[in-house]
């Protein structure tokens, strides 16, 4: 007698990848209802590109780590800069700018904010994935981070999820419901669209993994397929862990970020993840690490050892997630999709010691003791030197166009998935991941209307044909990408990268590198292919124009406005407020003045940022 569920897996695999390539067959009809996956997109935040073991890291990740041998991992996958503009593209396939996300709303200016599609939040022109897959059927679910939009009709709740619990926010406190900096009043979690309280015994990377189980399990015996979204807050500051996963890394990082540095992009080579000739990129800022005293070191290493701890506890609360999956016969028909909305973090305090920084964790509530590092009421990040070594051999970090702020990990991976264990070299993007879903589930894109309204058209590519080897690209060398950033500004074609990074790191001017075989964007080619480079900056003005990129107000800076946002939204005695937020912000500042300094010290013809290492 046929094992009916392993009969079923069987056509599905048939149906997917002899059936979907057939041309005028539409996807929708190739795969049956009962036939179709199950998908469990997972995203971690502000996670670096060599941060996990399947890339080349000393964290112990076992679950994403047998996730990679059983499908593959992308080496030339980019993504936004920052949060929300990340998941705007990953969520609907297109691009962020004209989803109405450019970028996160506590970081827009007023001027900006006068446009429609500078609201910092989910447009109504733009239809999720998770909308469509309800659509035809599936059931749908999220647990964990949204950042898309507050009110009643930006929710989750709305946009597509069947079932949700989601924190609105750009983040919050790991082990309690609070909010992690003063522009918030409360850490704000909405469940099925309602307000919510976090249970007592909150941790947030055990609690989204539960929620998910309990989701998947109230509907699991009706037949239906599922999505499940599980956007973790690991790894975002504040950085907190359980102590049993910090003290397994007690020590580990006691030689500092330019050792671990060096070794991660070893084990990348080792790994083929990048090319074995790759150079190391000098990072303005990151510091001198035998500059430190002993005290220093030691404290560095503990936090950075949280920050481990924190992804190790992500991986080991998934590997709940598929162990259930399997219990219940459910893994065989899914497909995992991990990877991170953006690259490591490196804007926290130099000093969290200082004077200014203690001071400022304690108008919030916190405290940065050596001892009870990463637990309940400890601020925590990691510093520009670890955030560095995070995204090792990359340049750059989260908020920056360099690649250590794009490129992350992304992993597919599924029982019936043709390759295992495979790297895959092409070039990817975030808005090819919804595309991609809705091939896999044999779900059709929505045309230039949806629900009675028009909706702007799907600019991501399908991925599937290189997770069957059918190519070898999906982008042609002529196809560009473009990106931009509060003026950080980047452009993609073919195996080149056009890329402007603004100061207190960057220099404000453009660079042209060759991604592929110099990922960490050290030998500059804009003098050697002058063609291209003026080829590509045409490209650019066609893609602001044509995305409604606006031009910033003068004087602009990222952290200057989240002062001011902070300022403006939540309070009335302005002067007041501005120095109490000024507190709690000082040490994030004083790192800012430091990295500009920095920059000025080097900016010299003979020592460039960009020279090797």
């Known amino acids: 007698m046929l094992n009916c569920p392993r009969a079923l897996h069987t056509l599905w695999a048939l149906w997917l990848f002899f ?10 009809e190739a795969l049956a209802p009962a036939a179709r996956p199950n998908i469990v997109f997972i995203l971690a935040d502000d996670l670096g590109y060599t941060d996990i073991a399947p890339y080349g890291s000393e964290v112990n990740t076992p679950t994403l780590s047998a996730l990679a041998r059983q499908g593959v991992r992308f080496t030339n996958y980019h993504t936004a800069a920052n949060c929300a503009p990340a998941r705007a593209m990953l969520l609907t396939g297109v691009n962020n700018h004209l989803a109405g996300v450019p970028n996160i709303p506590e970081m827009l200016a007023p001027e900006q904010r006068r446009h429609r599609h500078y609201q910092g939040v989910l447009g109504d022109n733009v239809v999720t994935v998770a909308t469509l897959l309800e659509g035809v059927g599936y059931h749908t679910y999220m647990a964990g981070k949204w950042h898309l939009g507050a009110t009643p009709e930006k929710r989750p709740s709305r946009r597509g999820f069947e079932r949700t619990v989601a924190l609105m926010d750009s983040g919050a406190d790991n082990w309690e419901q609070r909010p992690y900096l003063p522009l918030y009043d409360e850490a704000n979690w909405f469940a099925d669209g309602e307000r919510f309280t976090l249970p007592d015994d909150f941790y947030s990377s055990r609690f989204l993994v539960d929620k998910t189980i309990e989701f998947i399990g109230s509907n699991l015996q009706d037949g239906k397929p599922f999505f499940a979204y599980l956007p973790f807050m690991a790894v975002h500051m504040p950085v907190q862990a359980p102590q049993a996963f910090t003290d397994r890394y007690h020590g580990v990082y006691a030689s500092g970020w330019d050792v671990l540095r060096e070794q991660r992009l070893q084990r990348a080579v080792a790994l083929g993840i990048v090319p074995a000739h790759t150079a190391l990129r000098t990072m303005p800022g990151s510091g001198d690490w035998q500059a430190l005293t002993e005290q220093r070191k030691r404290y560095e290493a503990k936090r950075m050892a949280v920050y481990a701890g924190m992804i190790e506890a992500m991986d080991f609360h998934l590997g709940r997630l598929v162990s259930y999956l399997k219990s ?25 010691t200082a004077l200014s920084s203690r001071l400022g964790a304690a108008f919030m509530g916190y405290h940065v003791d050596y001892a009870r590092l990463g637990l309940k009421g400890s601020y925590n990040t990691i510093s520009p030197g670890f955030a560095s070594a995070a995204a090792s051999p990359l340049a750059f970090y989260k908020f920056y166009t360099g690649e250590g702020g794009m490129r992350v990990p ?19 993007w975030a808005t090819d991941i919804t595309p991609t879903i809705l091939s896999l589930t044999g779900t059709p894109q929505p045309g230039e209307r949806y629900a009675g309204q028009p909706v702007q058209p799907i600019t991501g590519r399908d991925l599937t044909p290189l997770l069957r080897g059918e190519k070898q690209r999906v982008y042609t060398e002529d196809d560009a990408v473009g990106y931009e950033l509060t003026g950080h500004a980047a452009l993609f074609q073919g195996d080149y990268k056009l890329v402007l990074n603004r100061p207190p790191l960057g220099d404000g001017q453009w660079h042209l590198y060759d991604i592929v075989r110099d990922p960490g964007e050290v030998v500059d080619l804009a003098g050697d292919r002058p063609g291209l480079f003026q080829r590509m900056q045409a490209r650019y003005a066609q893609y602001q124009i044509e995305n409604g990129v606006l031009p910033l107000p003068a004087g602009y800076s990222q952290m200057r406005q989240l002062v001011t946002n902070t300022v403006r939204a939540r309070y009335t005695d302005a002067v007041l407020i501005l120095l109490l937020s000024l507190l709690v912000l000082l040490p994030f500042l004083v790192a800012y003045r430091m990295r500009v300094n920095y920059s000025r010290q080097r900016a010299t013809p003979d020592d460039q940022p960009w020279s090797k290492s």
């Open 410 to 428: 992304l992993i597919i991976a599924g029982e019936h998935l043709p390759r295992r264990d495979a790297v895959l070299p092409a070039f990817a």
């Open 328 to 352: 219940q016969g459910a893994y065989e028909n899914t497909i995992f999709i991990f990877t991170s909305d953006n690259g490591s973090e490196g804007s926290g305090p130099v000093d969290p």
């Open 19 to 28: 059936v979907l390539p057939l041309p005028g067959l539409h996807a929708a």
